[in-house]
């Protein structure tokens, strides 16, 4: 009889301790899934970067047109505007509109009219441009890849000052043109809405501008403008008028 009532002691106090065993929590690594990153909502930024690589015809009057090799290039800063709006997981649009001041120039002496007196100048220089364009890409969580088109304006500034013997023509004119711009970039985003991007863009203006000449003639600047343009860009999501966080 005392070794039934020892055994059942024994029983009850090791199913006992067994249960309550159970019941302590096991310490461990807590894992918590991280949201992915949303890039829907209004942004907005500063860039800077570089263009080049215009070309320009300039046709003078009674001779046979002159290919002047003018390929302005400089640097160029301004601010960026845009919406994105992500409608699946990994596919995004979007509209960006950006305007810039820059200082892309070139200029060259010639010597005009296939024999005329040395001394003649040409310029050229851009000195803002803007676009506005769509946004389409791919998203990679906090990483975007993207495509990008639509129309830009170009703000050129012209003087040709060219010299045929006793004639002088000469051009003088600051002159907004339109036309189209296409390219592609990456962007990435970091904390609390910062987004920073490097983008390539070629835009493409055709231009055109004239002036006189002494002898009642004219003397005219024309061709399809290329710029091709590098630019960083430094962005920051908004929520409403605040900025997100």
């Keep these: 009889m005392k070794k039934t009532m020892v055994f059942a002691i024994a029983a009850a106090a090791f199913f006992g301790s067994s249960a309550l065993a159970a019941d302590i929590p096991v310490k461990g690594p807590v894992y918590k899934a991280v949201p992915f990153y949303n890039w829907t909502g209004l942004y907005g930024g500063i860039n800077a970067g570089y263009g080049w690589d215009p070309n320009y015809l300039l046709q003078t009057p009674g001779e046979p047109d002159e290919y002047l090799n003018l ?13 994105n709006w992500q409608y699946a997981r990994n596919w995004l649009i979007g509209i960006e509109a950006d305007f810039q001041f820059a200082d892309i120039r070139d200029s060259l002496r010639f010597t005009a009219g296939g024999g005329g007196a040395n001394g003649s100048t040409a310029q050229i220089q851009i000195q ?3 676009t506005l364009r769509g946004r389409w890409g791919y998203v990679m969580d906090r990483t ?5 088109g639509g129309v830009a304006f170009g703000n050129f500034d012209i003087f040709v000052d060219a010299r045929y013997d006793v004639n002088i023509g000469s ?3 600051r002159k907004w043109e339109v036309g189209y711009v296409v390219g592609f970039g990456i962007e990435h985003a970091f904390g609390n809405g910062w987004t920073g991007k490097i983008e390539y863009n070629y835009l493409d203006f055709s231009l055109f501008a004239q002036g006189p000449v002494n002898n009642g003639n004219l003397i005219t600047l024309s061709g399809d403008q290329e710029l091709h343009i590098v630019k960083l860009g430094l962005n920051r999501k908004f929520s409403g008028f605040l900025f997100f966080q």
């Design 71 to 83: 390929t302005p290039n400089g640097p160029f800063g301004g601010f960026q505007i845009g919406y």
């Design 128 to 130: 803002q441009f803007a």
């Design 144 to 148: 975007l890849l993207f495509v990008t």
């Design 171 to 173: 051009i003088n004119d």
